[in-house]
């Protein structure tokens, strides 16, 4: 005999009446904190505001905002609501995209998120393989830090990124696959570079006076030079300039007689190919988190994701 089980109404109140609709008028609740600025800004009635939010809270059975005296304040359900809203408007405007992708005749939209010490020959070999593709695919293309592509990835926003392995991932959401690895090399600027060249050996923390270029402080190399200082119990150099942008870090260093920076060898190279500096030849004995390409576990995007992957890794 077959048993059957009462439906959860917790669930088909979720399927038979939550509705985008809902969670655009949460968001903008979220952002304006007020009945009347929203009904403002989505040219409705307090009243219709007000209403239409009873209805959400009586959709997930529990209050999701409280009226304070800063207006309103999102529960903790509230908080957890929202940050459902904010995952599906971003996978609403990424499914529009792709529709007028494929009525363009293409197979879709490919968001991928790249940090600036990516080398060359992996860009090339990324790009070669995505132009490759038939039907082709839309790409967008966003350079920032790993840890802002990661948070990008987990908020839908980005579909992978080509960044640096991280330990800071803290789920099994994610899905990283190495690509190669990097060594880091002083890049100074030419004015310092003869005299430094002549120094049989070099330490990174005789160089706590020259002008310091270093990328943001939730970067790997930041991390690495500030805890270098810190090892010889050296206070880490105070930036003159903080900057990750390659072609920016490169003109820093050709305005700067004794402008200093450490960069991964193949970007430190092609920043000494410009003329703006000379990359010092001896390594660095740092070990960088290598570089690879990130995505979440149950991406629709996961099989060319992965095909980009083995692409790469035969250029790498």
Not at 152 to 162: E, G, N, P
Not at 183 to 206: F, G
Not at 220 to 249: H, K
Not at 287 to 308: E, Y
Request: hydrophobic share 45%; charged share 20%.
């Amino acid at each position: 005999m077959t048993m059957t089980y009462p439906p959860d109404s917790f669930a088909q109140r979720l399927e038979s009446r939550l509705k985008m609709r809902h969670y655009a008028l949460l968001l903008a609740i979220d952002r304006l904190r007020s009945v009347t600025r929203v009904a403002e800004s989505m040219s409705l009635s307090q009243p219709t505001v007000t209403r239409a939010l009873a209805d959400i809270e009586d959709i997930f059975m529990t209050p999701l905002f409280l009226r304070t005296g800063r207006g309103l304040e999102p529960t903790p359900a509230g908080d957890l609501v929202i940050a459902r809203a904010r995952l599906a408007a971003a996978d609403n405007q990424a499914l529009r995209m792709e529709l007028e992708g494929v009525q363009a005749g293409r197979q879709g939209r490919l968001r991928v998120g790249v940090i600036p010490y990516v080398s060359g020959p992996a860009l090339d070999a990324a790009w070669r393989h995505l132009f490759a593709l038939q039907p082709r695919v839309a790409l967008l293309a966003h350079e920032d830090t790993t840890l802002n592509l990661i948070a990008a990835i987990r908020h839908h926003t980005l579909d992978c990124a080509i960044c640096r392995f991280t330990q800071d991932v803290g789920a099994d959401d994610l899905v990283q696959e190495l690509l190669y690895h990097q060594q880091a090399h002083l890049v100074v600027a030419k004015p310092s570079a003869v005299p430094l060249a002549r120094r049989k050996s070099l330490e990174i923390t005789q160089l706590a006076d020259m002008d310091w270029i270093l990328p943001p402080i939730n970067t790997p190399i930041r991390q690495l030079i500030d805890s270098t200082f810190a090892a010889a119990g050296q206070r880490a150099p105070l930036p003159l300039v903080e900057a990750y942008a390659v072609r920016a870090i490169a003109h820093a260093l050709s305005n700067l007689p004794r402008g200093v920076t450490v960069l991964p060898r193949d970007v430190a190279q092609s920043v000494a190919d410009t003329g703006a500096a000379v990359m010092l030849p001896q390594p660095l004995l740092w070990s960088l988190p290598p570089v690879g390409l990130a995505w979440l576990r149950n991406s629709p995007k996961a099989a060319i994701v992965s095909d980009l992957v083995n692409a790469m890794r035969q250029a790498c």
